[in-house]
């Protein structure tokens, strides 16, 4: 029997079965409707069989067992069908509202939108029925599962590859004379086991195979959290179609997109990081270790410009009058969580000088134009790498793009764009080779819940950090570059690790921000031990407010990266509000890795950190990878205490401050910005104590000229102050122009003012 997962309220199931089967490649067809706030249209899913996998790399790893066995399995009914005409006819969009399948015995409760309620529903797992049975070898099918969430699925089919012009050069024939189960299936696997210099040529037959017509109807039921798929007669994963379409569209009210309007007033809808993922925008395996290529086309009005996850600088194709399409597509296998749409009137920010030398940095280079000479043998998946590319890894600038609604494009003009160029090349400076070819840049509407957010080609910036001076857009900036090779090309592979991502995104910033601004070292130094007051002030609140259970960076302990039989799993606290204003695992994954590059030297740290990126891009990692590979490169005369087991005791297993933090803060000294922000609290603390009438010969305060992280610590202190008197306040204002500072300022300032 398969592990039972029992959630708590805020816990997130991941309910597909990816233990079985992987979901290799997506292909999108989606029109946006902005009138009905929706999605609708067809995705189309290429599997690959676990059993099938591992035959073919030779693994004996006991996460797939014999699919016999263990494979997932649903009781076969009687099917009752609604008349269909032939399904070897391509389907139309429409249409689907009165199509029903349904078991025998079973009442048919497909609702208006076609899905087919479950009485369990409530309880957000999949009903007892669909658990699976080891110990039944009856008459059973595989059953299929894929996370979903507030969707109407209308539709479900089997895909006839084998109808597609030319396609019998898969099966080493001339031509195909008998279409069975078992060749449309061999006909995938040698489609998604292409080799990756033929990538363009595997991405045309996606496309004319998500084309092809369709021939039979599977049976489908949903329920909260899944959609579960069966074809009878399917008894296990092998058997099982290995192309799949699903008509569906979303609903206004989808948790993993939002529908909005921007800063100028028009309409739009972005994916803004959902605790659900992508769940609720198209049926996907969630779980990371589905990693997964994809192709999207998405029509929309012709005044719209669509933004998504893509390494093409996609370009509209009128389409019939007033309508346009986009298309992009990704050859890097990444998990679905990491797809990113963003449709508005967006303007596209242009540099006001467009050099030749400026264009030949940023000249985008395409997988077919990569030279595949090894430079150091990678550890993942094929696909075409630009670690294996020798002009790749020389380009400090990709091309990018930035966008904004219309009203804020001289902000950007004047804020963003001068930034991207020297943070890119900061970035580069310091991990080497950018994952990804290209990047775009978007300001999204003001009711995006953070700062910023990477995706895989596409970072969201938030309207804040356009506000003040360039400090809060640079360091957001440097942030989101640096998921790019941690969270995106070297992700967790269990979800509650997310110090994996942000721990060290926290900890680059730093790094590339000093190099972008080309600080002498001694100033970078500063600025970084300023920061690192900041945040360590910051750590403490958090402690001091949140939950023990909620403070530990690596929850499941010993189980990490443990999953159902079936590949299911929960993420602990996924769906719980408070996380959302976390900052725990950013701050203490920040100041382990601040622990560890002092530990070794800086120079030292980030040697091995470029060669423990060029060993884990592609791939997903636990913390023990990353906490393994840098000690056996610290020299013994270093290591001292250090070991992967004291680090999980005092810094990953444990809430509150860890000890080694609260001793190193102790014995530290000020750094010279932080003690000339203690100089000034002490003249704005005499400041508030004087009386309203003073005497004459009183000399007037000067106060210093600050930085902006000196002005949020000099706000923290004077915030500790019992009280503020208005004229007080009313001086801070005209000293620093408050008004006019960052977001981190202002917060302060509302606080002062509370």
Known sequence: MDVKLEPSWDDLPLMANTSHILVKHYVLDLDVDFESQIFEGTIVLFFESRNRLEKQSGSTKETCRSESNEACRFSTPEPCHSPVTDTRTSSSKTGYNDFAICGKGEKDTSGKDGNHDNPEQASGISSSKYCCDTGNHGSEDFLLVLDCCDLSVFKVEEVDVAAVPGIETFTGSPQITFVSEELRNQIVHELVTLPADRWREQFDYYAHC????????????????????RKTGAQTATDFPHAIRIWYSTKPQG???????DQSGRPCVYTMGSPVNNRALFPCQEPPVAMSTWQATVGAAASFVVLMSGENSAKPTLLREGRASWHYYVTMPMPASTFT?????????KPEICSSEYLAAERSLTPSEADFRCVGICGHMEYPCRFQNPSATTQEVIPHRV???VCLQGACQETLLPLVRPCLSAAHSVLGTHPFSRLDILIVPANFPSLGMASPHIIFLSQSVLIGMNHLCGTRLCHEIAHAWFGLAIGARDWTEEWLSEGFATHLEDMFWAKAQQLAPHEAWEQQELKADLRWRCLQDEVRNYPEEMQVLRPNKEKTGHVSDSGSSVIKHGLNPEKVFMQVHYLKGYFLLRFLAQRLGDDTYFAFLRKFVHT????????????QMLLENIPEEKRLDLSVENIFRDWLESSGIPQPLQTERQARAECGLARRVGAEVHKWIRVNRRPQKRKRRETEEVFEKLLPDQLVLLLEYLLEQKTLNPRTLQSLERTYQLSQQDAECRNDILDLLG
């Open 210 to 229: 998500s084309q092809a017509p369709g021939c039979g109807e599977l049976l489908f039921d949903t329920d909260t959290w899944s959609l579960q798929i």
């Open 403 to 405: 966008f904004a609604p």
């Open 341 to 349: 749409i963003a449709v508005g009137s967006w303007a596209e920010m």
């Open 255 to 261: 948790r993993s997109v939002t529908w909005t309007s």
């Open 616 to 627: 884990f891009h592609g791939q997903l990692i636990l913390s023990q990878d990353f906490l």
